[in-house]
């Protein structure tokens, strides 16, 4: 889907720039959904990022969000 939606976005400005209004509308719909799609679904936020050398060690530990702690 995304792929789709970046193809008409650059086609659609592309030609619409160009003078045809059918495709400048369907580039600025295009535009439009993939900013939605993005305020809707936000990238998680990275906390720790490094390099992983041979030889290294790591650990991932998680720990339930706070809206899902159980509180007795």
């Known amino acids: 889907m ?3 939606l970046r ?3 650059s086609t659609g400005l592309r ?3 160009g003078g045809s209004r059918p495709w400048l ?3 600025i719909v ?3 959904v993939r900013m939605l799609r993005r305020l809707a679904h936000p990238e998680p936020e990275v906390l720790y990022r490094t390099r992983v050398k041979p030889g290294d060690i790591f650990e991932i530990t998680a720990r339930p969000a706070a809206s899902r702690r159980r509180t007795r």
């Open 7 to 9: 193809r008409l976005t």
């Open 25 to 27: 509308y369907a580039g």
């Open 15 to 17: 030609k619409g720039i």
């Open 30 to 32: 295009a535009v439009g």
């Open 2 to 4: 995304e792929t789709l």
